[in-house]
């Protein structure tokens, strides 16, 4: 489902957003109206009325940036409660794979995944509500990958998922076929799987 959004600037101009539902409940991609010229471009990344007007309602706390190399995976990741976190994902330089997993045990979706590639040049944006987790994988030499969140970090509720999970089963290699050649955190070696998760009880 594709809705379009349109607002005016103070130059008169006007400046649409293109927000598309996909088939996990809650998680949107934004697609921003880019105005370029020989001097360059313009465009807005992110109104808090547009965004509230499409069943967006997001209240910046934080404004995060990695800068990753071809090969990183970096995920997944999330915060439990009370310090789970929303988030506004874009890829600012290169081009990512970029996936959300509902981790809602209350959804009919709850296991599976959405991905999404985002790049500089398309500049797309992804919208991840709380109750997700969210990973990335690095396709280009380099990436940063900027992200906006609506909670603050907490080191103490910090958690994830094993990238490679059986049961979520992400097609990591249908995108980046030298899978053997990714490069993760310790940590990200290390996390459970999905069902050992549940039975900690640290899904949402």
């Not at 293109?18 to 010229?37: M, N, Q, S």
């Not at 001097?39 to 547009?50: I, P, S, T």
């Not at 603050?152 to 980046?176: A, C, L, R, T």
């Not at 076929?177 to 310790?186: D, V, W």
Request: hydrophobic share 40%; aromatic share 14%.
């Amino acid at each position: 489902m594709v809705v379009e959004a349109n607002f005016q600037n103070g130059l008169g101009d006007f400046m649409p957003f293109t927000f598309e539902k996909t088939e996990l409940e809650g998680v949107v991609l934004i697609k921003p109206k880019v105005f370029g010229d020989e001097r360059g471009y313009f465009m807005e990344a992110f109104n808090a009325f547009d965004f509230e007007e499409n069943g967006i309602n997001f209240s910046v706390v934080q404004f995060n940036e990695s800068l990753s190399k071809k090969g990183v995976l970096r995920g997944i990741h999330y915060q439990l409660e009370p310090y789970a976190q929303a988030k506004i994902v874009r890829c600012a330089e290169g081009k990512i794979f970029d996936v959300a997993v509902d981790l809602r045990k209350s959804s009919k979706t709850f296991g599976k995944w959405v991905g999404f590639v985002l790049s500089e040049e398309e500049k797309n944006m992804v919208y991840i509500p709380r109750g997700f987790g969210h990973a990335f994988l690095v396709l280009s030499e380099r990436a940063k990958v900027q992200y906006l969140v609506d909670n603050k970090y907490m080191p103490s509720h910090e958690f994830g998922i094993m990238w490679n999970d059986k049961d979520i089963s992400i097609d990591w290699q249908k995108v980046f076929p030298e899978i053997n050649n990714l490069i993760l955190s310790e940590k990200d070696k290390n996390w459970p799987t999905l069902k050992e998760a549940i039975d900690l009880g640290k899904v949402f």
